[in-house]
């Protein structure tokens, strides 16, 4: 289900909201595991972990979409991603017209894997990569480790 839905008036825009009670759920799409959690007051990180390539790309923007709602703020942690392919890019780029549109602030933690793939695909820097969220969320390793490991 897309976060905006166009109507027959093309300057109106319907919004959907994310279910409450599937916000936290971890999801596992092929290769790859996404995790949601809330920093109050209005900031959703979401971390993924794994692979991310042209069988689960627009399964992570889509997860994103869904957990967007009334956020202002959203840090999408790709700190442990293992393999970063060309897809995950368009997903990134995709994700970048949604939060736009939202009035959504954002920003990419990215690990080695996708810092390697936006130094190529992005050379005008125009995704918002920030290394410096996570400090300032007060998030450990071991604290992103329990998101994408099952235990909450």
Not at 28 to 51: C, K, L, N, Y
Request: aromatic residues 8%; charged residues 25%.
């Amino acid at each position: 289900m897309p976060f905006f839905e166009s109507s027959a008036d093309p300057g109106t825009q319907r919004v959907f909201r994310p279910d409450p009670r599937a916000f936290a759920l971890r999801e596992e799409h092929r290769w790859a595991t996404f995790s949601t959690a809330q920093h109050p007051p209005d900031t959703v990180v979401v971390t993924i972990h794994g692979e991310i390539d042209a069988s689960n790309s627009a399964a992570l923007a889509r997860y994103v979409e869904r957990r967007l709602g009334a956020a202002e703020k959203l840090v999408l942690d790709l700190q442990t991603v293992q393999f970063f392919a060309a897809s995950g890019f368009a997903a990134l780029t995709h994700l970048n017209v949604i939060c736009e549109r939202a009035g959504v602030r954002w920003s990419v933690l990215p690990g080695p894997h996708v810092d390697r793939l936006l130094r190529v695909c992005d050379p005008r820097r125009e995704l918002p990569v920030d290394r410096s969220s996570v400090h300032n969320l007060r998030t450990r390793p071991r604290d992103r480790q329990l998101l994408v490991g099952g235990n909450h």
